[in-house]
């Protein structure tokens, strides 16, 4: 993380005083941020470069900043503010301290049952709100756009441990700022950069005449939201056993793979997962997207449901 003394000044930004920077992508840095005054909470500021886009990317950027107006929801990233300069975007957005998943699964190796439950939930309550409340897919749901507040405790190790070894060491843990207890906190989904309104929110709806519309684009509006479905079962695979289902060092094979739903419950790392957990997976990893789960399958599925309310209190 680069040190204050390097952080750049963008004009149009002189509310805002830069802390560090958080992230970045294909056009952006993300920086961690404070009123001027150095009171009220910290934010994180999303800065895109303008001028490095064409007229369809600007397009996109406003369409993000369009969605997320619309959203309100405990596991979504709040859009603060938003605003422009002649070479930037600046999106203003409800700070995760926590950082990436990405960075968790990483750090763990991989996620207990009960942490990938307590994580999976928020993932899947935030989709069930996009999906049937505001209409909107995202189509990019991976760990590096899962962001999290963290609770007061963060394990560092599984509570299921991988040696004989690991078995006598006591978990230490990491202290992290933050609030409530247990688990890892609250998830947020970030990155509306590439999502999609499917339905009009006020009529509940789909946009546009339905009457004139073609069956490929009405095909096409009802496996929009499979896609995150598919998606969150990519991310629960990972959660469980700390490697993506579907990899290979060639594109061309992993797009075969995926195309095919290729993936194994690999052994040995597989071997201790319980059956619900597999079924869910495998019912997530599914290729015919008519019957692939939605979201209300994935909440009414054992796995999830029947321990629903002690991830509830443990949350
Ligand atoms: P991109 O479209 O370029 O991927 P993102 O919105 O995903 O942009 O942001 C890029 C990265 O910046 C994220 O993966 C994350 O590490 C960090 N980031 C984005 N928003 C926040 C936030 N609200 N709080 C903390 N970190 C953030
Ligand atoms: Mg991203």
């Given at each position: ?59 996109n ?34 700070l ?106 006020q009529?509940?709806?789909?946009c ?7 069956p490929?684009?009405?095909k ?72 692939r ?23």
């Amino acid at each position: 993380r680069e040190s204050i003394g390097k952080l750049p000044r963008y004009p149009g930004l002189e509310r805002w005083t830069l802390l560090e920077k958080m992230g970045d992508g294909a056009f952006s840095n993300v920086y961690r941020a404070v009123d001027a005054t150095g009171h009220g909470p910290e934010v994180a500021i999303k800065v895109v470069r303008k001028f490095e886009m064409n007229s369809t990317q600007r397009a996109n950027i406003l369409k993000e900043v369009q969605i997320m107006r619309q959203i309100d929801h405990p596991n979504i990233v709040k859009l603060i503010d938003f605003s422009e300069s002649r070479q930037y975007y600046y999106i203003v957005l409800e700070l995760c301290p926590g950082g990436e998943l990405f960075h968790q699964i990483v750090r763990l190796t991989y996620f207990s049952e009960d942490l990938s439950r307590h994580v999976i939930v928020q993932v899947a309550e935030a989709l069930e709100y996009l999906h049937e409340t505001a209409g909107v897919v995202h189509r990019d749901i991976k760990p590096e756009n899962l962001l999290f507040y963290p609770s007061a405790f963060i394990p560092t190790r599984n509570p299921k441990p991988r040696s004989a070894e690991d078995e006598d060491k006591e978990d230490e843990g990491e202290f992290i700022k933050g609030v409530g207890s247990g688990g890892i906190g609250t998830i947020k989904i970030a990155d509306f950069g590439l999502s999609k309104i499917i339905w009009d929110s006020q009529t509940m709806t789909p946009c546009g005449t339905v009457g004139y519309t073609a069956p490929e684009i009405v095909k096409d509006e009802r496996y929009s939201k499979s896609v995150d479905m598919w998606a969150l079962g990519c991310v629960l695979y990972t959660l469980l056993c700390g490697f993506p289902p579907f990899y290979d060092e060639s594109i061309q094979v992993l797009t075969e793979k995926v195309a095919r739903g290729q993936y194994t419950f690999l052994s040995p790392w597989w071997d201790d997962i319980s059956k619900p957990a597999q079924d869910l997976v495998s019912h997530l990893l599914t290729v015919d997207p008519d019957k692939r789960y939605n979201i209300q399958q994935f909440l009414n599925h054992p796995w999830i449901r029947e321990t629903r309310e002690e991830t509830y209190a443990a949350a």
